[in-house]
């Protein structure tokens, strides 16, 4: 659980403090408190645990509010060390006695850690998780935006979500006690849709890196489909269960569902339209390319390629052919007959043979950079459409 804090109400440079209010939420649950980080600690705590509880201040924030997390019951033991807090808030807070504090609340609270900050330097969010957030597979974060600074719970959230691409976060709860939308029981804001955002963004960036799309699916609503996939990433072509995904990505009503969805939708068409398996060899090739996963791209293309030189050179049963790339390798020359051809075809495999066992230094005459790749890469697109045309 992740909280700021801040000054609450100054008078005549003397802190006053957080008001008092009863804070409600959507369970019917009250919770009387100035520091809302309280009520929220006491209504996540009954109903699960709570391992760590950050709370992030300056020296000049009411530090001392904390005491509400507690039982009435169990103040009046803290109570001097609080006033002693409270004192110290108004000049500024020394590290040494917000120690104290964190210790004397550690009996009650465990987990519970007070963390100064300087408001100004930005990037202590992002290191401070980095360094603290345990390597749970699992990791759930609570984060209560109601108090401090109101720039800092926006600088937190967006730390948020650089720190998930190193940590295993899988789920974020975001609440906000809205004091101003009630005179009476203020009412506390649980923001799911955040939650929702943070897991369909994460899946989407999954996607669109490696292709990976059973996770997008799960979050835009739809069964993973991971058998489907499997086959997919195996060369084999499940029709019916791609038109059966397309279909229900189609029916998204969601706004913010229906463009992760769409783009799905146009990667996997071309999978389910067509038939040969060099045909949907290549298009994997150019969605792989887009991904910037080039050696994959590259040895699909090369492999589709093999396949058509052997069908333009009158071999219709492929099953039978115990070494493809060999077999193409004898022939290609009756079917490339044009120099174009058969030297693309020749860069391509010197490309894929020097990239596949790791020694790229065996093409570098055919091969400098990414542009020559990508220019070798498009003529062997060229390629091999010039030999589909031919074989229809």
């Keep these: 659980m992740l909280s700021l804090i801040g000054r609450g109400k100054v008078l005549e440079n003397i802190s006053q403090g957080y008001k008092r209010t009863s804070y409600r939420f959507k369970t019917g649950e009250i919770f009387e408190t100035g520091f809302f980080g309280s009520a929220l600690w006491k209504y996540i705590s009954q109903k699960e645990k709570i391992n760590y509880w950050y709370i992030f201040g300056t020296s000049t924030s009411s530090w001392s509010e904390i005491i509400y997390a507690l039982d009435e019951q169990k103040m009046s ?20 006695l917000l120690k104290n504090w964190e210790k004397a609340l550690s009996s009650e609270i465990p987990g519970i850690k007070l963390i100064l900050i300087d408001p100004l330097d930005y990037k202590f969010f992002s290191e401070f998780l980095l360094e603290n957030l345990p390597e749970n ?80 699916l799960k979050n835009l609503g739809l069964n993973r489909r991971e058998d489907v996939y499997f086959s997919i990433e195996m060369n084999e072509r499940p029709r019916e269960e791609l038109e059966k995904i397309i279909e229900e990505l189609e029916s998204i009503k969601e706004k913010h569902k229906k463009v992760p969805a769409k783009a799905l939708v146009e990667d996997l068409i ?123």
């Design 77 to 96: 033991k803290f109570q001097d060390l609080a006033y002693e807090i409270y004192e110290a808030e108004n000049i500024g807070i020394k590290e040494d």
């Design 137 to 216: 597979d699992d990791l759930k974060i609570i984060l209560d935006i109601t108090h401090g600074y109101r720039y800092l719970p926006l600088i937190l959230s967006f730390s948020i979500m650089y720190v998930k691409n190193f940590k295993n976060i899988k789920e974020l709860k975001i609440y906000y006690g809205a004091l101003e939308m009630s005179q009476d029981n203020a009412p506390v804001l649980e923001i799911d849709h955040i939650n929702e955002i943070f897991q369909l963004s994460t899946a989407f960036e999954l996607y669109k890196n490696s292709g990976y799309f059973p996770e997008l």
């Design 270 to 392: 071309p999978l389910c339209r067509e038939r040969y398996l060099e045909d949907r060899m290549v298009e994997r090739a150019k969605f792989f390319f887009k991904k910037k996963q080039y050696l994959k791209s590259l040895i699909l293309l090369y492999e589709a390629l093999t396949i058509i030189i052997l069908k333009k050179a009158g071999y219709r049963d492929l099953s039978n052919i115990i070494n493809r790339r060999e077999k193409a390798r004898e022939v290609y020359s009756k079917v490339l007959t044009e120099e174009w051809t058969r030297e693309t075809f020749n860069n391509l495999e010197k490309i894929r043979n020097s990239a596949v066992h790791g020694n790229l230094r065996e093409s570098q005459s055919s091969i400098r950079n990414f542009e020559d790749f990508s220019n070798l890469f498009q003529k062997s697109l060229e390629l091999y459409h010039h030999l589909r045309k031919s074989l229809n």
